[in-house]
């Protein structure tokens, strides 16, 4: 089982960006895939999930309207777009996978139930 995320980078408030994040090793539909981050000095805090075998998503209150997690399961790849992105959205990016797809809902969505991770890719905003 393997993650691996891209498409970090250094954007100015105001912009876009999107994440990637390539599953390997597993079939997405059998799982929820989700968004986390952490900045500098801060706790891990989760972003957004998705259940990709029926859709469902779920999102944090920061991010809802600014960002947008979708799947695409002939290429076994979870996006998140980010538009309108603040400074306070600097962080590290991860992703993250959990069973069953039915954890994607916010009282079961934590860090603590994902049982796969990647490595993370940086975002930093400029102000």
């Known amino acids: 089982v393997q993650l691996v995320e891209s498409g970090g980078g250094l954007v100015q408030a105001g912009g876009s960006l999107r994440l990637s994040c390539v599953a390997s090793g597993f079939t997405l539909d059998d799982y929820a895939i989700g968004w986390f981050r952490q900045a500098p000095g801060k706790e891990r805090e989760r972003i957004s999930c998705i259940a990709p075998t029926d859709g469902a998503t779920y999102y944090v209150d920061s991010v809802k309207g600014r960002f947008t997690i979708s799947s695409d399961s002939d290429k076994n790849t979870v996006s998140l777009k980010m538009n309108n992105v603040r400074p306070e959205d600097t962080a590290v990016y991860y992703c993250?996978?959990?069973?069953?797809?039915?954890?994607?809902?916010?009282?079961?969505?934590?860090?603590?139930?994902?049982?796969?991770w990647g490595k993370g890719t940086l975002v930093t905003v400029s102000s």
């Open positions: 993250a996978g959990g069973e069953p797809p039915g954890v994607c809902v916010e009282t079961m969505f934590y860090d603590y139930v994902m049982s796969a």
